[in-house]
């Protein structure tokens, strides 16, 4: 429900309520219902977003259940992350915002607080190196096993603007990579369309598990 005694007269106007606001909406709930049956998404954690044009994003409402995730609960902000209909995003909203600046070619984010994420954020420093695995190629533009990807692992911040602000000053100038995980909180991933950004999610959380079960093992 939109409520309107909050809504100035600047943010009345909703200039992304079409159909690829809706299809993007759309997609963003599978993702959500996959994500949560998945266990990557446990007690209204998580948040999704797609850049339908470069002045609206459609990005998941504030602690709403992902299993739960109905049209509706898909809002429009601005690219500088101001809600467009009154409602209230996600609290990581400035993470997702901060990232289209950084990669104008990203149209889908999708941020997850798997067992396997949080585990190694807290356990492997301030870099995860993923390498000779076949399923690297399950990313974008990689080719071979013998590729080493490097995944940065941030401090966690309640202030989300803050902790967007040192992503965005550590990602800066460097080469696109896939995603980055936030210490003892999750995982942030993207990519050019929400398939290509569903999969990158996929090998990743296999990857973790993989990692995981090498740690486990006393393997290096
Ligand atoms: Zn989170």
């Known amino acids: 429900m939109i409520n309107l005694q909050f809504m100035s007269s600047k943010t009345r106007k909703i200039p992304c309520k079409g159909k690829d606001f809706k299809k993007a909406a759309e997609s963003l709930v599978k993702a959500g219902h996959m994500s949560h049956k998945k266990g990557w998404v446990p007690a209204t954690s998580g948040n999704f977003s797609i850049k339908v044009s470069d002045e609206c994003i459609a990005i998941t409402v504030s602690g709403k259940h992902k299993g739960k ?7 429009p902000v ?6 467009l209909d009154g409602r209230k995003p996600s609290a ?3 993470i997702h915002t901060m990232i289209y600046m950084l990669y104008p070619e990203i149209r889908c984010i999708l941020h997850t607080h798997s067992i396997f994420a949080t585990m190694l954020s807290k356990y492997t420093g301030r870099e995860l ?6 399923l690297l190629k399950a990313f974008q533009g990689i080719q071979t096993h013998a590729t080493a990807l490097k995944v940065p692992v941030f401090i966690n911040d309640q202030d989300t603007k803050r902790l967007a602000e040192i992503v965005r000053e550590q ?7 896939f995603g980055f995980l936030i210490e003892g909180h999750g995982l942030y991933t993207w990519g050019t369309d929400i398939e290509d950004t569903e999969r990158h999610l996929e090998a990743f959380e296999f990857l973790f598990e993989c ?8 393997l290096k």
């Not at 601005?78 to 809600?83: F, M, N, R």
């Not at 990602?171 to 990579?177: A, H, I, K, M």
């Open 69 to 75: 995730l109905e049209k509706n609960d898909i809002m």
């Open 78 to 83: 601005d690219a500088s992350g101001k809600s």
């Open 92 to 94: 990581e909203t400035p």
């Open 129 to 134: 190196v993923l390498d000779d695995y076949e």
């Open 171 to 177: 990602l800066s100038g460097t080469e696109l990579c």
């Open 211 to 218: 990692e995981i079960l090498k740690m486990k093992a006393g």
